[in-house]
């Protein structure tokens, strides 16, 4: 099912309504969030994958849904828009079948910026990726999107910080939105206090973006996530 804005640019693939955990529906009331319109300053179209959720995106990534992503995919090109993209950084997976697919571009992943970040950087600093879950983050989700062994990442999983958890062993109940944003900023303090040397943040997560202002203030550093994709594809695209 679609939902389309007049003059969408940017069609948005997201999870099948009604699979989201609770604590996830709440943090997409938040600006800044993949799935809330109020995210875009320009026309985008949303997307519902039947079969997308937790389990087939994150924890069993499944080639059925990546299949059905295609397809809905190509009916949004149909449709006008100008690229495509995802409401979850773990369809990173699916980044080559996806932009192979399609004659738009596709962005899966706010990962697909680390090499860029890598090359800002230099050699002597290294990238704190902050992640939902980092156990579900696994070497071809990185290789996907163009990580290599030799870009200096270190991953930091959301799943550790007990409110965030919620989202995964207590799907029904609600979250504490001011406790998890309090969660995101020590994750990433901790980040830089374990490694000094972290130069930056990528967040893959697509539920993130509306703390990465309150990690820039606490850590000093810059933070891309999936809104700086986002817009950056927006300003290139025709």
């Known amino acids: 099912m679609s939902i389309t804005a007049k003059g969408a640019r940017i069609g948005i693939l997201c999870w099948e309504a009604g699979q989201a955990p609770r604590g996830l529906?709440?943090?997409?009331?938040?600006?800044?969030?993949?799935?809330?319109?109020?995210?875009?300053?320009?026309?985008?179209?949303?997307?519902?994958?039947?079969?997308?959720?937790?389990?087939?995106?994150l924890e069993a990534p499944s080639r059925e849904v990546m299949a059905r992503m295609i397809e809905e995919a190509q009916k949004m090109a149909a449709e006008g828009v100008k690229a495509i993209t995802t409401s979850c950084g773990f369809n990173a997976i699916f980044q080559k079948e996806l932009a192979d697919a399609l004659d738009v571009p596709v962005f899966t992943s706010s990962l697909l910026q680390v090499p860029m970040v890598h090359h800002i950087l230099g050699r002597n600093k290294h990238i704190g990726v902050i992640t939902a879950k980092k156990a579900a983050l696994r070497n071809e989700h990185l290789e996907a999107v163009g990580i290599t062994p030799e870009m200096p990442v270190e991953i930091f999983g959301m799943e550790?910080?007990?409110?965030?958890?919620?989202?995964?062993?207590?799907?029904?109940?609600?979250?504490?939105?001011?406790?998890?944003?309090?969660?995101?900023?020590?994750t990433a303090l901790k980040a830089v206090s374990e490694n000094p040397k972290i130069g930056a943040f990528v967040l893959e997560c697509t539920d993130l973006p509306p703390f990465a202002e309150p990690i820039r203030a606490a850590t000093g550093r810059p933070v891309f996530d999936f809104v700086s994709l986002v817009n950056y594809i927006n300003k290139a695209i025709p």
């Open 160 to 186: 550790e910080c007990p409110e965030w958890n919620k989202i995964f062993i207590a799907p029904d109940e609600d979250v504490d939105l001011e406790v998890i944003r309090s969660e995101v900023v020590s």
């Open 25 to 57: 529906e709440q943090l997409e009331t938040l600006k800044g969030n993949s799935t809330n319109p109020e995210t875009y300053d320009f026309p985008v179209m949303f997307c519902r994958v039947k079969g997308a959720n937790v389990h087939t995106i």
